[in-house]
């Protein structure tokens, strides 16, 4: 104990150092240096900014109670706010900068579009504010500080070999027909989660084992433009007219998420095609039950209240000027910094394991009974 305190003075007598010469240096090396907010701490009491995209699906709608709630039970003054449905580059720019005038300490930003925030990242560190990228990466910006995700490219893997088992189950022997799906082209994620399940795919789609009915197999081509249903079903229903009217089979399709998942199945559905298997992320509880149900085939469990509890002990340890924890240092290259993240695992779930994936889960756990 005695050691860990004068340890802990001895580096807090480096930080006040750091801090007077970051001070006294030139105002450009002050600011690159990356001895952030974090080297200060603030007040308890501060004002912690929460900046999330619009609702396109459920994890963000409970993401932003559990800020609200979170974020004042640690003592914390809370401002989060959603972008709108369509101006959302606009108006989460407006949020933001509105937030570092409020003084916000911390801005925790889920970002709408990942390379329209370098201003306001900018802003806020110039303000003194840290900047803490969520679930979605914030790029090209020297400027922001963490970022704190599920690991996305675990994700995208996980949704490719679950995408090959469960065709696998249902007919045993390949080849097997498919179609690729990928999420906004404007969210940094989407392409993580599209190269981590072709990192899969691709051995088998070169094998010829698994073939990409319409051929569309590049991001280009497989991207759903605001993560929007619609435009999920509407791909489906060209891709069924284009491929698959003369009775050729559809064996499984890899979605990014579970919005899209359930998008996708109703339009083979509407189409009168035995269902496909499909892949999905988010655990909505729509597709819960339709896992249950036997329809989407599985989901990934990124439990959103463990990643906002996580990113509120990042604020913590920012608030007493310690650092946060991170675990990885080099995934995350914004095309300006390699962005040190804390990644936390997630979960395949389908029908077989669903019952103990939720079984902490209040909401989700009875639709598994
Ligand atoms: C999130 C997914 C979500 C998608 C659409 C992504 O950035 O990581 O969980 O399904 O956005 O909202």
């Known amino acids: 104990m005695r050691r860990i305190i004068t340890r802990g003075i001895a580096v807090a007598g480096a930080i006040a150092l750091l801090t007077l010469s970051t001070a006294c240096s030139n105002e450009r090396e002050g600011s690159a240096s990356t001895v952030n907010a974090d080297a200060k701490g603030f007040a308890q009491d501060s004002l912690v900014g929460v900046a999330l995209p619009s609702k396109t699906s459920e994890n963000w709608v409970l993401a932003g109670d559990l800020f609200t709630n979170g974020l004042k039970a640690a003592g914390f003054k809370a401002d989060v706010q959603y972008a709108g449905a369509s101006t959302t580059v606009a108006d989460q720019q407006s949020q933001i900068s509105a937030m570092i005038t409020k003084g916000a300490k911390v801005i925790v930003i889920g970002a709408t579009d990942a390379s329209q925030l370098a201003t306001q990242v900018a802003q806020a560190k110039q303000a003194g504010a840290a900047v803490i990228a969520y679930d979605r990466l914030i790029t090209n910006t020297p400027d922001l500080d963490y970022y704190i995700a599920f690991d996305n490219l675990k994700v995208g893997q996980l949704q490719g070999q679950a995408l090959i088992d469960g ?4 007919k045993p022997q390949g080849p097997w027909t498919v179609e690729l799906f990928s999420g906004s082209p404007d969210d ?30 590049d991001i280009k081509q ?6 929007k249903a619609e435009n999920a079903q509407q791909r489906m ?10 009775g050729k089979e559809l064996d499984g399709v890899l979605s990014p998420n579970d919005t899209l998942a359930r998008a996708i199945l109703t339009s083979v559905k509407g189409a009168g095609k035995p269902g496909p298997v499909v892949t999905g992320q988010d655990s909505e509880a729509e597709s819960v039950k339709s896992i249950m149900a036997g329809e989407q085939y599985s989901t990934i469990n990124k439990d959103t209240r463990k990643l906002v509890a996580e990113t509120i002990n990042m604020v913590k340890s920012l608030q007493t000027g310690e650092k946060p924890q991170i675990n990885d240092t080099k995934s995350y290259d914004n095309g300006s910094k390699v962005v040190p993240a804390y990644l936390l695992p997630p979960v395949i779930v389908t029908k077989q394991n669903a019952a103990e994936a939720y079984a902490s889960d209040p909401k989700l756990a009875p639709l598994t009974k």
């Open 167 to 170: 065709m696998k189950a249902k």
């Open 188 to 217: 940094n994620n989407s392409k993580v989660f599209f190269d981590g399940a072709m990192s899969v795919l691709k051995p088998l789609i070169d094998k010829g084992d698994i073939v990409v009915g319409s051929g569309q197999k």
């Open 222 to 227: 497989t991207a759903i433009q605001g993560w």
């Open 237 to 246: 229903d060209s891709l069924l007219t284009s491929t698959y009217g003369s």
